[in-house]
């Protein structure tokens, strides 16, 4: 068996059980995984609690908001996605040390590639600079993003994304909410990493007059499945990339990471699809009461 595990606040509901169990069981493989929740804790010690799953015989633990930035710094041997966004999402327990990566970094990077192949990403769109933001954004730069225009309410937020994109080399830029209506249609990409179109948050994060078959469309929301973003890009013919793919391509390699040494990736490769279409399948009209 292995024993994995999930740290965060607020995180009951979380799939990332359902889906490293469905990984293990298709692999042959039984996995348990437990659910470390600091909501509540007023006094939660983060280090303590990976510790604790360590001693315990945990391989590893995935990590959430608010810990990813504790997780990269507790960390003993990075891997690229941590050195390039600065936060940890997956911690593995190894003879080494504690090994960090965050997946949400190659996860978008693996979505992209098996939607949309070696096609650079151009001129790209990004509506929030928030930690899913970051990762995507430092995603881009290895899928050849031409320029990255960010659009943020939270200008200081924007601003030092920006400084930290032009600092690794990937050519960004903030930009207003007029300025992105303009010249969206002469760009390529549009990712939406805010919370907008979520069942909590519903709507739409920009006016998407401008969107055409030109474009490639990525929204993080993955609940629903289907969000008036990634609607309004189907109806304009534009190429769409749910937040179900992020969800999915970003756990499985964190299994992968997980299972290095025991599982060969060709081995797990056949069933990313059958899991991408069970996910949508179950969140494609979810009830507010049943929100992973």
């Known amino acids: 068996m292995i024993k994995l595990g999930l740290v965060g606040e607020g995180i009951a509901k ?5 889906l ?24 939660f010690d983060f280090p303590c609690a990976i510790q604790r799953l360590r001693d315990e015989g945990y ?18 041997i990075c891997g690229e996605g941590v050195r390039r966004v600065g936060t940890a999402n997956t911690l593995l327990f190894d003879e080494q040390g504690l090994r960090a ?12 590639r098996h939607s949309f192949g070696r096609q650079p990403a151009g001129d790209v769109l ?5 930690g899913v933001g970051r990762a995507v954004a430092c995603a881009l730069g290895e899928l050849s993003a031409s320029c990255i225009h960010i659009l943020e309410r939270d200008s200081q937020r924007a601003d030092m994304l920006c400084r930290d994109l032009n600092a690794m080399g990937i050519t960004a ?21 805010s919370p907008i179109g979520h069942i909590n948050h519903p709507g739409c994060p920009i006016n998407t007059a401008g969107l055409g078959a030109q474009h490639w469309v990525f929204d993080a929301v993955y609940i629903p499945a289907h969000t008036e973003l990634l609607n309004a890009a189907y109806q304009a013919g ?6 179900v793919d992020l969800f999915v391509f970003q756990g499985v390699d964190a299994f992968r990471f997980f299972t290095k040494g025991r599982i060969a990736c060709e081995q797990i490769d056949p069933h990313v699809i059958p899991l991408r279409t069970h996910y949508i399948e179950q969140l494609v009209s979810p009830r507010a009461d049943s929100v992973p």
Do not use: M
């Open 14 to 18: 979380s799939q990332s059980p359902d």
């Open 20 to 43: 490293h169990k469905r990984l293990g069981a298709s692999l042959g493989v039984s996995v348990r995984y437990d659910l470390v929740d600091s909501l509540g804790i007023a006094d």
């Open 59 to 76: 391989r590893g633990t995935n990590v959430t908001f608010p810990f990813k930035e504790k997780a990269a710094k507790l960390a003993d």
């Open 101 to 112: 990566e965050n997946t949400d970094y190659t996860g978008f990077i693996s979505a992209y």
């Open 126 to 130: 990004l509506i929030g600079a928030g």
């Open 173 to 193: 830029q903030c930009v207003s909410p007029e300025q992105a209506q303009r010249e969206l249609p002469n760009w390529h990409g549009v990712v939406n990493c």
């Open 238 to 243: 534009a190429k769409t990339l749910s937040g």
